[in-house]
Structures are given as structure tokens and as C-alpha cells.
T-cell receptor
Framework: GAVVSQHPSWVICKSGTSVKIECRSL??????MFWYRQFPKQSLMLMAT?????????EQGVEKDKFLINHASLTLSTLTVTSAHPEDSSFYIC????????????FGPGTRLTVL | GQNIDQPTEMTATEGAIVQINCTYQ??????LFWYQQHAGEAPTFLSY????GLEEKGRFSSFLSRSKGYSYLLLKELQMKDSASYLC?????????????FGTGTQLKVEL
């Protein structure tokens, strides 16, 4: 199956700093990438959808100025959590699809963010 | 709006069969996914149902009834490694593309 990687796998940062998370599709070109957030014992909540070369579409309630998404190429999307606060501590997961009628989204291994 | 319900927790015995139900009320519905997620890991794909009926894939089967807004995941010959969270997700087509809306997940515990 298709492989999606994320980097870093975990990160601890101080409150007020910014953190960048990378999502890469390793063996296919992902026209669409999705960013999710998952709090403990809760389900995945879609934050935004990004298509290569265009602006991301954010879900209601997600601050686009705080969660900056860049989808610069068909194999790379980045999520930057700006001015992180402890309430931003969560498990961030990206997924990628071929962007057609969807059959499957391939998920990355996730990034555990802890803001002190 | 989008609403997906599934039980929070289930417990079953090794070697047994368990059925995890999922009901949904979503606009723009196109199909229903099931994913397995172990703690601290990303979800892995199990099945995708678009048409009504049962689809079998090894020990796992998934059923969909579009008219009832209902799906279930059936796990046979349970193994200890099947202990995980099982997420149902509604595949929705929107003007801007497609996306998944996840249920809260069912935590399955397999016991000896």
C-alpha cells in the first residue's frame, strides 16, 4: 500500500513557540492531503484539506492563522502550529489521497505535540 | 450536519465473533470506511462500502445499509492483537472535494 511519513514523530516545545510538522507521501503523488487532530480517547477531527498549489480549506472553528498549512509539492505538506499553547497539545495526523473519487486515505504515523 | 454514532467500548473473548455497529446521519454521503487504530498509532484501512450489502475480507467483514444509515464491522476468530479502537468514517462529497467524518471510535478489548 501507499506510504505516508510524518516528521517529527513527537515534539515538545515551550508555550509561545512555533512548531512545523511535515507530511510526505513516499511512493505516490498526493494531490490532496488532509490534516487531523486527535485528543486522547477522542476521534480524529479534520482540521483542513489541502490541494497542491492552492490554499488549504479549513474546517469550521479551525484558525487558519494559527495552523498554517503549505502544500508546496505533490509529495509534501506542512502544518505549522504558530504560538503554540498547552491546549494545542494533541496527536496530529496527516493523510494523503490520490485525489480522485477517493477510495482510500493513507494515514501517516502521527506527530505527538506537547506544549509546556 | 454530520452525526456518527458507535459504541464507546466493547469486550469480547479470543476466538469469538464481535459486531461493531455504526449509525450515521450525514449529508453528501458517498460511502462508509472502517479503520483500525492501535493506541498512539495512525489508523489503518480495513474496508470501504459504497453499495448496500456485506463485503467479506478474511476475518473482517463490513456491511452497509444506505437506507437505514447503518453499518457494522464483523470480526471473526478474534485474536488478542485485534484489541484496538475501530473507527467508522463517513465519506462525504462536497463542492470542494471529498472528506471523511469520523465517529468517536469503539475501543475493543479482546480477553482470554
Amino acid at each position: 500500500g501507499a506510504v505516508v511519513s510524518q516528521h517529527p514523530s513527537w515534539v515538545i516545545c515551550k508555550s509561545g513557540t512555533s512548531v512545523k510538522i511535515e507530511c510526505r507521501s513516499l511512493d505516490f503523488q498526493a494531490t490532496t492531503m488532509f490534516w487531523y487532530r486527535q485528543f486522547p480517547k477522542q476521534s480524529l477531527m479534520l482540521m483542513a484539506t489541502s490541494n497542491e498549489g492552492s490554499k488549504a480549506t479549513y474546517e469550521q472553528g479551525v484558525e487558519k492563522d494559527k495552523f498554517l498549512i503549505n502544500h508546496a509539492s505533490l509529495t509534501l505538506s506542512t502544518l505549522t502550529v504558530t504560538s503554540a499553547h498547552p491546549e494545542d497539545s494533541s496527536f496530529y495526523i496527516c493523510s494523503a489521497s490520490f485525489g480522485t473519487e477517493i477510495d482510500t486515505q493513507y494515514f501517516g504515523p502521527g506527530t505527538r505535540l506537547t506544549v509546556l | 450536519g454530520q452525526n456518527i454514532d458507535q459504541p464507546t467500548e466493547m469486550t469480547a473473548t479470543e476466538g469469538a465473533i464481535v459486531q461493531i455497529n455504526c449509525t450515521y446521519q450525514t449529508s453528501g454521503f458517498n460511502g462508509l470506511f472502517w479503520y483500525q487504530q492501535h493506541a498512539g498509532e495512525a489508523p489503518t484501512f480495513l474496508s470501504y462500502n459504497v453499495l448496500d450489502g456485506l463485503e467479506e475480507k478474511g476475518r473482517f467483514s463490513s456491511f452497509l445499509s444506505r437506507s437505514k444509515g447503518y453499518s457494522y464491522l464483523l470480526l471473526k476468530e478474534l485474536q488478542m492483537k485485534d484489541s484496538a479502537s475501530y473507527l467508522c468514517a463517513s465519506h462525504i462529497l462536497t463542492g470542494g472535494g471529498n472528506k471523511l467524518t469520523f465517529g468517536t471510535g469503539t475501543q475493543l478489548k479482546v480477553e482470554l
